[in-house]
């Protein structure tokens, strides 16, 4: 892979215990690191990813904003016993999501209440995909409650010094296949889903969420409204996306889109959990080559 400066084979038994111990070293470079594991049941894979993540990432004093999904979800569940046991201090998590809270809130991870003005030190989340090329990524596929945003999610993990999202070795693909969600104006919706439409014709079908059962491209009777007044439209995409960047940036220009579930051109380290174990790999050099 272009981005890969170094491998290096490592026992997950490395990653365990106080997070203030040996840690692997980490640099500002791109970095390609394979960690090997006997594990196949992925529960326990992933709960290894968790561990991986706040045992190699979080210290001390530290503001973290934490993310959705079975991972992140593990990650949140060992932070507070790793709280708890005094091997880190003076934590405070930022939830990027309701699920994050109420997870926070049960592994007892103390909250704050995030601003435009909050500093975040570190945030995780697991993507639902990510392209290998730019670890460019999709948050928001999976089915949303009204309280939660894809706005405050996406904010608190591009503002975060530094990011870590989480994917499974299926999730990183070379060209992303899949949906992309997409926040629009509830007044005049049809007219903003049309004109997606246009922009991806051929290429992509466009369906409002529901927000109770399926429905079909109108969104039914209940269509999905977030916390801020906003529907969800699906851009469910035919064939192999080969530039998410690109499509984020065609989105962005449409009158009505509020937001969508790309993240791009945004330093992160990406955790790639597979059967044969971990895959630690990150874009800061290319990102740092692109601005120069």
């Not at 272009?2 to 490592?10: C, D, E, K, T, V």
């Not at 049809?190 to 079909?216: K, N, P, Q, Y």
Request: hydrophobic residues 40%; proline residues 3%.
């Amino acid at each position: 892979m272009a981005l890969s400066s170094s491998s290096s084979i490592l026992p997950f038994s490395n990653f365990s215990g106080n997070p203030n111990s040996s840690k692997p070293s980490r640099s500002s470079n791109a970095l390609s690191m394979v960690v090997r594991s006997s594990y196949s049941d992925d529960s326990a894979l992933l709960l290894q990813v968790a561990k991986y993540t706040v045992d190699s990432f979080v210290e001390n004093g530290m503001v973290i904003g934490l993310g959705s999904g079975r991972a992140s979800g593990y990650a949140i569940q060992y932070l507070g016993r790793q709280i708890r046991s005094g091997a880190v201090k003076h934590i405070t998590g930022v939830a990027t999501s309701v699920d994050s809270a109420s997870e926070a809130a049960k592994a007892g991870v103390p909250l704050g209440q995030y601003r435009d003005s909050s500093k975040i030190d570190l945030a995780f989340d697991d993507a639902d995909v990510m392209e290998e090329e730019s670890l460019a990524a999709v948050i928001g596929r999976q089915k949303m409650q009204g309280g939660e945003s894809i706005i405050q999610e996406k904010t608190i993990l591009k503002t975060a010094g530094k990011l870590v999202l989480i994917v499974t070795a299926k999730q990183y693909q070379g060209a992303v296949e899949g949906s992309i969600p997409v926040l629009i104006e509830s007044v005049n919706w049809l007219e903003t889903a049309e004109e997606i439409d246009d922009l991806f014709l051929g290429d992509a079908e466009v369906w409002r969420r529901s927000s109770i059962g399926h429905a079909g491209p109108l969104g039914g009777d209940f269509p999905l409204v977030t916390k801020e007044g906003h529907n969800v439209v699906d851009v469910i995409f035919t064939s192999p996306i080969q530039n998410l960047a690109e499509v984020g940036d065609s989105l962005d220009q449409v009158a009505g889109v509020v937001e969508h579930g790309i993240i791009s051109r945004v330093p992160c380290t990406a955790v790639i959990a597979g059967e044969d174990g971990l895959r630690i790999v990150d874009n800061i050099r290319k990102i740092e080559e692109t601005r120069v």
